[in-house]
Protein backbone atom coordinates (compact mmCIF):
# COMPACT_ATOMS: atom_id res chain seq x y z
CA UNK A 1 0.00 0.00 0.00
CA UNK A 2 1.56 3.48 -1.03
CA UNK A 3 1.34 6.10 1.46
CA UNK A 4 0.56 9.49 0.41
CA UNK A 5 1.60 11.50 3.55
CA UNK A 6 5.11 12.40 4.58
CA UNK A 7 5.81 11.29 8.25
CA UNK A 8 7.33 13.63 10.13
CA UNK A 9 10.66 12.32 10.56
CA UNK A 10 11.12 10.74 7.48
CA UNK A 11 10.08 7.37 8.09
CA UNK A 12 7.30 5.35 9.52
CA UNK A 13 7.42 5.54 13.27
CA UNK A 14 7.16 2.46 15.24
CA UNK A 15 4.15 1.83 16.90
CA UNK A 16 5.81 2.86 20.33
CA UNK A 17 6.86 5.89 19.06
CA UNK A 18 3.64 6.86 17.38
CA UNK A 19 1.45 5.99 20.49
CA UNK A 20 3.43 8.65 22.32
CA UNK A 21 4.30 11.60 19.31
CA UNK A 22 0.82 13.68 19.05
CA UNK A 23 1.45 14.34 15.67
CA UNK A 24 3.22 11.62 13.08
CA UNK A 25 3.08 13.48 9.84
CA UNK A 26 4.93 17.04 8.51
CA UNK A 27 3.19 19.38 9.07
CA UNK A 28 4.30 21.80 5.83
CA UNK A 29 2.06 19.63 3.62
CA UNK A 30 -1.09 20.40 5.04
CA UNK A 31 -2.54 23.93 4.45
CA UNK A 32 -5.21 23.60 7.47
CA UNK A 33 -5.56 22.25 10.92
CA UNK A 34 -8.78 20.19 10.01
CA UNK A 35 -6.79 18.56 6.88
CA UNK A 36 -4.00 17.94 9.12
CA UNK A 37 -6.37 16.56 11.51
CA UNK A 38 -8.02 13.98 9.61
CA UNK A 39 -4.75 12.92 7.74
CA UNK A 40 -3.51 12.50 11.44
CA UNK A 41 -6.52 10.44 11.89
CA UNK A 42 -5.86 8.28 9.01
CA UNK A 43 -2.06 7.54 10.01
CA UNK A 44 -3.15 6.07 13.34
CA UNK A 45 -5.68 4.08 11.89
CA UNK A 46 -2.92 3.09 8.91
CA UNK A 47 -0.76 2.31 11.57
CA UNK A 48 -3.08 -0.35 13.54
CA UNK A 49 -2.74 3.06 16.51
CA UNK A 50 -6.02 4.18 18.51
CA UNK A 51 -7.14 7.73 18.02
CA UNK A 52 -6.07 9.53 21.12
CA UNK A 53 -9.57 10.49 23.17
CA UNK A 54 -9.96 14.18 24.63
CA UNK A 55 -9.11 12.94 28.52
CA UNK A 56 -6.16 11.55 27.91
CA UNK A 57 -4.03 14.42 29.17
CA UNK A 58 -5.96 13.81 32.25
CA UNK A 59 -4.93 11.50 35.57
CA UNK A 60 -7.68 8.84 36.43
CA UNK A 61 -6.30 9.24 40.19
CA UNK A 62 -8.15 11.70 42.30
CA UNK A 63 -6.19 14.78 42.94
CA UNK A 64 -4.30 14.72 46.34
CA UNK A 65 -4.92 17.12 48.78
CA UNK A 66 -2.35 19.78 49.46
CA UNK A 67 -1.22 20.99 52.73
CA UNK A 68 -2.41 24.14 52.60
CA UNK A 69 -5.99 22.92 51.91
CA UNK A 70 -7.61 22.37 55.51
CA UNK A 71 -10.46 20.32 56.20
CA UNK A 72 -12.82 22.60 57.97
Known amino acids: MDWKYRWKN ?28 LAEESSRKHLGIPAPTL ?4 SILPRAVSLDESFI
Do not use: I, M, T, Y
Not at 55 to 58: C, L, N, P, T, V
Open 10 to 37: GSQPSRDQAVKNPHLLDESQFENQQDRK
Open 55 to 58: GQEQ
